[in-house]
């Protein structure tokens, strides 16, 4: 199963290789609408608007050379993977590159690349309503192996910055074009920490930048994750505050048993991840261990209890280990989840927590109920 706004696919492993299959029977999952193919961009050698000087402030100073920001170092080194923070590490950031700007009636859309490690330029777009000068932002990001392709779409866009809303899109570590030059054996889950830490390293570098541009509302920011993109977001939103409310769909977490039982690791991989020392590796990024640590934020966890990829006893520990403030949903069915959150509804929760809450209706988790019988809602009741 996958939400990850493209036509779902089946991954596995054989022979060492990563085979693709669509899964049709999924297909009434993609989330918002359909995408649109669209080349590949080249990069413009001009750097963004709000180069690199401003974020010498925002940014911590041993990330910084002595007459201003220095070239990136090589992936891994001086970046530690088991910790959330960015003081552990130190990413060097370069000037971001402006590789498109699109002026559509509804909203502008910019596509960056950002970098601060040697082989890893990341794909970034920052999609703004028009009309509205400091706007919140939504972080998107969705679950291994998706693509950047759903930030191109024009139908997308509107939807994501309708009622005034930035929306923020990248993907994550060894997802799309960020997995490159790597032998055939290493991907998502067998490189695990490195996927995650990373990532949640990124989404820090993100915000740094974004604090910068003066054009977006920074005391007002979520995150929507779905899968390992909702994993990331539980432990980027434990590690910067300044991520307000997360919405997570089926986070991938309680690692030892998600291991042993997830769908998405092929049978002939599995013994290699369940092993102590890879789980030790991981230990310190489970979700598990960081959702019930989200107490100053807004938090909802929407969970479909047919998917495959995390299976039902990492369901009940991720939702046992939400805190007591969260919102709680679960749906049936991916039949059920993709009728109850069709069109634009998906968004609607995160958005009504960044609006101002003399702003919000009475009831804001009133939506899904509309779906009658499929749909169950709790705060941590089986």
Same mark, same amino acid.
């Given at each position: ?23 049709? *029977?999924? @297909?009434?999952?993609?989330? !918002? ?40 170092? =090589? ?31 509804? @909203? ?5 690349? #950002? ?5 890893? =330029? ?18 998107? %990001? ?8 759903? @930030? +191109? ?9 309708? $009622? ?21 054996? *290493?991907? !998502? ?58 919405? %997570?769909?089926?986070?991938?977490? $309680?690692? =030892? ?20 020392? !890879? ?20 938090? +909802?966890?929407? *969970?479909?209890?047919?998917?495959? $990829?995390?299976?039902?006893? #990492? ?21 059920? @989840? ?11 929760? #995160?958005?009504? *927590? ?6 919000? =209706? ?12 499929? #749909? ?7």
């Amino acid at each position: 199963m996958r939400f990850c706004g493209l036509p779902p696919l089946d991954c596995s492993k054989e022979d060492g290789m990563q085979v693709w299959r669509v899964n049709w *029977q999924t @297909f009434s999952a993609v989330l !918002f609408c359909l995408v649109v193919a669209i080349p590949n961009l080249g990069w413009a050698q001009q750097p963004a608007p709000n180069p690199l000087g401003p974020i010498q402030s925002a940014l911590n100073q041993s990330a910084l050379g002595p007459s201003g920001p220095v070239r990136s170092r =090589p992936l891994g080194n001086l970046e530690d993977w088991s910790s959330l923070s960015l003081a552990d590490s130190e990413l060097m950031p370069e000037t971001p590159l402006l590789g498109e700007k699109v002026e559509r009636p509804q @909203f502008t859309r910019e596509l960056l690349q #950002v970098k601060w490690r040697q082989g890893d =330029p990341i794909d970034l777009y920052v999609i703004r309503p028009k009309g509205v000068a400091k706007p919140p932002a939504v972080l998107y %990001l969705y679950s291994y192996p998706s693509e950047t392709s759903t @930030f +191109r779409s024009d139908a997308y866009c509107a939807n994501v910055t309708k $009622d005034g809303f930035a929306a923020i899109g990248f993907v994550s570590a060894l997802t799309g074009h960020r997995y490159t030059n790597r032998p055939m054996k *290493q991907w !998502f889950v067998s490189e695990l920490q490195e996927a995650l830490g990373s990532s949640v390293h990124d989404v820090q570098m993100i915000l740094n930048y974004l604090s910068t541009r003066d054009d977006l509302d920074m005391d007002r920011i979520g995150m929507f994750g779905v899968g390992s993109g909702a994993s990331i977001a539980i432990l980027s939103a434990a590690s910067d505050p300044r991520i307000k409310t997360v919405d %997570l769909i089926d986070p991938w977490g $309680d690692w =030892p048993d998600w291991m042993a039982k997830s769908s998405l690791v092929p049978e002939s991989e599995r013994a290699n991840y369940v092993k102590p020392e !890879f789980l030790k590796k991981v230990a310190a990024l489970d979700p598990v261990k960081w959702l019930p640590q989200l107490k100053s934020q807004r938090v +909802r966890l929407v *969970q479909v209890l047919d998917d495959s $990829d995390t299976p039902k006893i #990492v369901q009940k520990r991720i939702k046992a280990a939400a805190p007591q403030t969260a919102q709680i949903v679960a749906f049936h069915t991916t039949a059920q @989840f993709s009728s109850a959150e069709a069109g634009d509804k998906l968004l609607q929760w #995160v958005k009504a *927590q960044l609006r101002p809450r003399y702003g919000l =209706p009475s009831t804001q988790a009133s939506q899904n109920s509309e779906a009658g019988n499929p #749909v169950v809602q709790s705060n941590h009741d089986d």
